[in-house]
């Protein structure tokens, strides 16, 4: 049970959502909610003058991706904890929150009681997860069952400069090749990869750790 006093501050585009909330965490007396905003600007308005040791954080506003709010946020207050609580449940965006500085991640159909307990484990300095989170997390992608393909030295080389954006001709000249050689790099990265695309192919070798 939380044994101090709280202050929490929740972003959602949807004031049926905060009515719940803030409905759901009024009987719990040691959690104090100083605000509740829809945008992220007005949040951001907010921190600058005042404490927050725990942010319910929707990912999808309608002013500023919320992944992007979490490392403003973190960067502004590293003391607040950003707890993510979304109906998103794809695995990537779970990581890409917690890399940006979420102290948790949890879906909206979470309970009352989970949710009290996910935010204690926050101010324990814990990384936490709902129980719908942590089975998303457990449950490895397709890709990485896979395991990285085997890449040459040249293929690491390409793939790193489509990356950073460089057309064919610049890949061509930059490594004294033929725009065609570079051409066959890039339709057996794409195989490799089994992606559909060229940023389809940045995705999935972003996701592997290896651009």
């Known amino acids: 049970m939380l044994t101090k006093r709280t202050t929490l501050a929740i972003v959602d585009d949807h004031p049926i959502v905060l009515e719940g909330l803030q409905k759901l965490l009024a009987n719990v007396k040691e959690i104090e909610i ?68 979420a102290t948790g991640y949890l879906l909206k159909n979470i309970s009352s009681e989970e949710l009290i307990a996910c935010i ?34 040249r293929e690491k080389e390409i793939l ?11 890949i061509a000249q930059q490594l004294n090749l033929s725009p065609l050689t570079i051409e066959t790099h890039r339709k057996n990265l794409i195989q490799k990869f089994q992606a559909k695309n060229v940023a389809s192919l940045i995705k999935l070798a972003t996701q592997q750790g290896l651009v």
């Not at 308005?45 to 973190?74: A, M, R």
């Not at 484990?121 to 089975?135: H, P, Y």
């Not at 790193?160 to 610049?170: C, E, M, R, S, V």
């Open 34 to 101: 100083t605000g509740c905003f829809t945008t992220g600007s007005a949040f951001i308005s907010f921190l600058k003058e005042n404490k927050v040791d725990v942010l319910l954080l929707d990912i999808t506003l309608p002013d500023v991706n919320g992944i992007e709010l979490c490392k403003e946020v973190k960067e502004m207050s590293p003391a607040t904890h950003v707890l993510a609580l979304s109906n998103h449940s794809e695995r990537s965006m779970i990581l890409q929150m917690i890399q940006h500085g």
């Open 160 to 170: 790193h400069l489509i990356a950073d954006g460089k057309t064919t001709p610049d």
């Open 120 to 153: 204690q484990e926050a101010l324990n300095g814990l990384v936490t997860f709902s129980k719908a989170a942590r089975e998303i997390m457990a449950r490895p992608s397709v890709s990485e069952l896979k395991g990285a393909p085997q890449l040459t030295k």
